[in-house]
Every structure is written in structure tokens, then in C-alpha cells.
């Protein structure tokens, strides 16, 4: 039970901020993807598995981290994985060659995947039941959010510096965050339950025992695998196509990923105002295979594929503001909030994995561009399908409660 007299927003600020800044690294590479491929000789394969280093950790050991989050501590474990940050990007900054920049990348992934399964804990200790779907909202926003703010600011950078010092710029917001959120969570109230005593392997088995959390992150794989393939080759995509230059393709990318914040929170109104969870999923995710396919539909003028992409974006920002609040309701305690979080970050990595690479590989086997709008549209169904078998356990659980 949550008995939260009053918000503490400041913490709730902070711990926000720890996402944005985990999803600063995720931004950070599209814009400059051009360069990077052509220094190090990249394949537009090889470029999309140094886009889905984060996907393929959070795929990898998103349950366990959740799982060793609720075991040694939520706030222990975001102050070493910004610590991981912090050294993938000077790693980063100082590489000569692929092997060394994709260890960069994997460190920092390591650190974001950390920070994102143990914020929602730390909130669910400062927020009091009336604020749980509103700050949800909020935080749900940290992935479009930091993301469009590092591909606005690289272009303006790149007028100063290279994308290496882009990596070392990030090393040091990422040092000034670790200050601000161990001083401001020093006070934490203590949690409640036996989370210390619970093994990591008995808890993943409790979780994963249900299948609400692989249904959550069955959702939010097909979702997270359109959107983060679309947002990463859109600014390639419309330098070839469009011609834009790689400010302008970067800026308009930025543009488009922006939009899915406010979609996060108008998902988290929906639900304040009891839409149903499945019908928010299913709806979002029908909308998204509509406007992603028109993106790359032929003869569509410059103007239409952008105001497709916003609406793409928009409408799908529905998705992780609804599928994140239902960790609580589909975990087996509270206390295992974090390795249910852990289930369905495994769900959102596999998806952001698997989509650019596999939408690289799609272009250089066709050989343009022409079939990635029916790849987009596929995705999207799938997600359809997950949200209406999520509607039926949701029910059931409505129904034995």
C-alpha cells in the first residue's frame, strides 16, 4: 500500500532526469551516423547494431538487472549504472576502431538499462496514489524526450567540436546528474517488504510465472522495434530521399521524436480517465502501422512524409506511458515492482535490438527503401494481436479481484 502523505517532486525531477540522461546516449548516435560509418567503414548492418547496443543489453539482462535492483537497492544500482555512463562515454571518445566503440556502447547500455528498471521504484516511494499515473506519464516521456534534445543539440555542437567530443559533453552531464541524484535521494524513505531477502532467482521465477509481464513486454517489443527502426534511419532516410542536409535531416528527426512526449502524456490522461489498457495499446498500435507505412510510401511529397512521421510518433507515444503502469498491477507483490519492470524492459530493448538492424538490412537487400513501410505496418500488427490477448488476462484479474 502506498502511504505517501505528499509528492516530493524534486526527487521526482531527478530521478526523471536520470532517464533523460540514460536516453541522451540512445540519441546521440543517429545524427551522426554518416560520420561514424565512414570512419570506422561501417556496413548499413554493422551501423545498425552500433544504434542497437542498448536494445541487445536491455535484451540480454533487462530481468536481471531488475531483479538485482530490487536486491541490492534502487538507489544504489542508478549511482553505479551512471558510473557505467560515464565510462562508456569516455570510452567512446577515445576509440580507434569498431571493437572499442561498440564496448563503449555496451557500457553505457549496461548503465542505462540499470537506471530505467530502478527509477520506477524509486518514484513509487515518493509519489502518492492521486500523482502515480500523472509522474508515470512524465516518466515515460525520459526515452522521446532526452532523445529529441541530444539530436537538436549535436547538429550545434558539431559547429564546436566532433562527435567525439559529442561523447565527452555527455560523460560530463552525466557526471553533473550522479551529484544532483545522490544528494537529493539522500533521504529516501526506506522500502517496505522483503526485498533484501528475496532471491534474484526465486523473484524472476515469481514474475515471469505470469503472463501479464510477457504480454507487457510482448507489446512493447513490437512497439519499441517500429519506433526505434523509423527514428533511427529517418534522418539517413531523408538525406537520401529528401536531400535535407544532416542538420536539417537531424533537426526534423528530432522534431518527430519529440512529438511521442506529448503522446506519453496524453496516454496517461487517457488512462486517469479509465480507458482500458488494451484498447490504448491496440489503438496506438493500429495508428502506427497506418502512418509508418505512409512514411515511405512512393510519390509522397517531403511535407506528407514528415506530418506521417509526427502522427507515427504521436499516436504511439500512447504506448509506454500504458504499458509501464501496468507493472504494478502485474506484478506478483509490490516489492517486485522493479524485476516486473525488468520483464517488460526486456520486451522494449529486444524490440529497439532487432528493429534498426534488421530495417538496415531490409534496405541493402531491396536496395531502396520501397518495402520498409509493410515491415513498419507488420510490426504494428503484431502489436495489435499482443493488446488484445493483454485485454483478456487483464480481464480475468479484473475478475478474480
Known amino acids: 500500500m502506498n502511504d505517501v502523505v505528499k ?19 540512445v540519441g546521440k548516435a543517429p545524427p551522426v551516423l554518416d560520420v561514424l560509418m565512414a570512419e570506422f ?22 530481468l536481471l538487472a531488475g531483479s538485482v535492483s530490487d536486491r541490492i537497492g534502487h538507489r544504489r544500482t542508478v549511482f553505479f549504472s551512471l558510473l557505467f555512463i560515464i565510462a562508456g562515454c569516455l570510452l567512446g571518445a577515445i576509440s580507434k576502431d569498431v571493437i572499442t566503440l561498440l564496448t563503449s556502447r555496451f557500457l553505457e547500455s549496461i548503465g542505462f538499462v540499470g537506471v530505467v528498471v530502478s527509477i520506477p521504484s524509486i518514484l513509487m516511494r515518493v509519489i502518492t496514489s492521486r500523482d502515480q499515473r500523472l509522474v508515470f506519464g512524465i516518466w515515460a516521456g ?6 529529441a534534445v541530444m539530436m537538436a543539440t549535436v547538429p550545434l555542437l558539431l559547429v564546436q567540436t566532433d562527435w567525439r567530443g559529442i561523447w565527452l559533453f555527455n560523460a560530463l552531464i552525466t557526471a553533473i546528474l550522479l551529484v544532483f ?12 517488504g522483503p526485498q533484501a531477502s528475496t532471491k534474484i532467482l526465486v523473484a524472476m ?11 507487457l513486454a510482448a507489446c512493447f517489443m513490437a512497439y519499441a522495434g517500429q519506433w526505434a527502426a523509423l527514428m533511427s534511419w529517418l534522418p539517413t532516410f531523408l538525406g537520401e530521399v529528401s536531400g535535407n542536409s544532416m542538420a536539417t535531416a537531424a533537426l526534423l528527426t528530432a522534431l518527430v521524436v519529440f512529438v511521442n512526449v506529448p503522446g ?4 496517461g490522461w487517457l488512462l486517469q480517465r479509465n480507458f482500458t489498457r488494451w ?32 502522427a507515427f510518433s504521436f499516436t504511439g507515444g500512447l504506448l509506454p506511458t500504458t504499458l509501464l503502469s501496468g507493472a504494478v498491477l502485474h506484478s506478483p ?50 502489436a495489435i494481436i499482443f493488446a488484445i490477448l493483454l485485454g483478456v488476462v487483464e480481464r480475468r484479474l479484473q475478475t478474480n479481484n
Open 279 to 310: 484498447h490504448l495499446v491496440a489503438f496506438g498500435s493500429l495508428c502506427m502501422a497506418c502512418f509508418g507505412y505512409g512514411v515511405f510510401v512512393d510519390g509522397v511529397s517531403d511535407t506528407m512524409r514528415i506530418i506521417f512521421a509526427v
Open 41 to 62: 567503414d561501417l556496413s548499413l548492418s554493422l551501423a545498425g547494431w552500433v544504434l542497437s547496443t542498448v536494445g541487445l543489453t536491455g535484451a540480454l539482462f533487462g
Open 333 to 382: 507483490t509490490p516489492e517486485l515492482t522493479a524485476t516486473t519492470n525488468g520483464v517488460i524492459i526486456n520486451g522494449a530493448n529486444t524490440g529497439t535490438l532487432l528493429g534498426p538492424p534488421a530495417l538496415g538490412t531490409l534496405v541493402a537487400l531491396v536496395g531502396g527503401w520501397q518495402a520498409t513501410g509493410v515491415a513498419i505496418a507488420i510490426g504494428g500488427g503484431l
Open 205 to 215: 521465477i515469481r514474475v515471469l510465472s505470469r503472463p501479464g509481464p510477457w504480454l
Open 7 to 25: 509528492t516530493r517532486w524534486p526527487v521526482v525531477t531527478v530521478a526523471v532526469m536520470a532517464g533523460v540522461v540514460g536516453s541522451l546516449q
Open 264 to 267: 506519453n502524456l496524453f496516454g
Open 181 to 192: 541524484f545522490m544528494y537529493m535521494t539522500r533521504n529516501l524513505p526506506k522500502r517496505q
Open 142 to 147: 525520459y526515452m522521446p524526450f532526452g532523445m
